[in-house]
T-cell receptor, first 112, second 113 residues
């Protein structure tokens, strides 16, 4: 069965610093992987997804993620954090029955 | 633009009441989903539907039921609300391919007193 682990329920960075949010997955089939963002009092919004092909995936708002099969990882990065990036981020893997398996989420805090 | 709407942003109900949460999508998606979101637990799937009148239990279906009479509408029903069902409820929809992302509504924050 698929599962997703997000290391760190809270990550705090300074404005302008690198953002790194970690995601590891387990899957018995080639995975489809997603990162979603949730701003306060809103639903989830897709940041980026990996299906096939290029392992470095670019998303909205300057985020990108790299699929590393050997490490079963799909970490999310952004070179320079902005105050508006403060939100909760969820990693997810698609299972064979169209459902998404979500990690427990990482709340990103951006310090001025 | 895909739009998923939920009938209420905030709802307060009493223990034992029957509660209906409505979700409507405008993209002709076959799949629709109901999740609950609790701090530290991420999103947990309650039910999903892959066609009109078709449904499947998710990870935490106990105490809930669903209805999908029309393709665009998916309802979540709490037969007899309890305080442990106080939570954020999120609806989502998608096309039926594994690589398709789900589109989410804004959520309903339900408080059961």
């Amino acid at each position: 069965a698929q599962s997703v682990t997000q290391l760190g329920s809270h990550v705090s960075v300074s404005e302008g610093a690198l953002v790194l949010l970690r995601c590891n997955y387990s899957s018995s089939v080639p995975p489809y992987l997603f990162w979603y963002v949730q701003y306060p009092n809103q639903g989830l919004q897709l940041l980026l997804k990996y299906t096939t092909g290029a392992t470095l995936v670019k998303g909205i708002n300057g985020f990108e993620a790299e699929f590393k099969k050997s490490e079963t990882s799909f970490h999310l990065t952004k070179p320079s954090a902005h105050m508006s990036d403060a939100a909760e981020y969820f990693c997810a893997v698609s299972d064979s029955s169209y459902k998404l398996i979500f990690g427990s989420g990482t709340r990103l805090l951006v310090r001025p | 633009d895909v739009k998923v709407t939920q009938s209420s942003r905030y709802l307060v109900k009493r223990t034992g009441e029957k509660v209906f949460l409505e979700c409507v999508q405008d993209m002709d998606h076959e799949n629709m989903f109901w999740y609950r979101q609790d701090p530290g637990l991420g999103l947990r799937l309650i039910y999903f539907s892959y066609d009109v009148k078709m449904k499947e239990k998710g990870d935490i279906p106990e105490g809930y039921s669903v209805s999908r009479e029309k393709k665009e509408r998916f309802s979540l029903i709490l037969e007899s609300a309890s305080t442990n069902q106080t939570s954020m409820y999120l609806c989502a929809s998608s096309y039926p391919q594994l690589y398709n992302e789900q589109f989410f509504g804004p959520g309903t924050r339900l408080t059961v007193l």
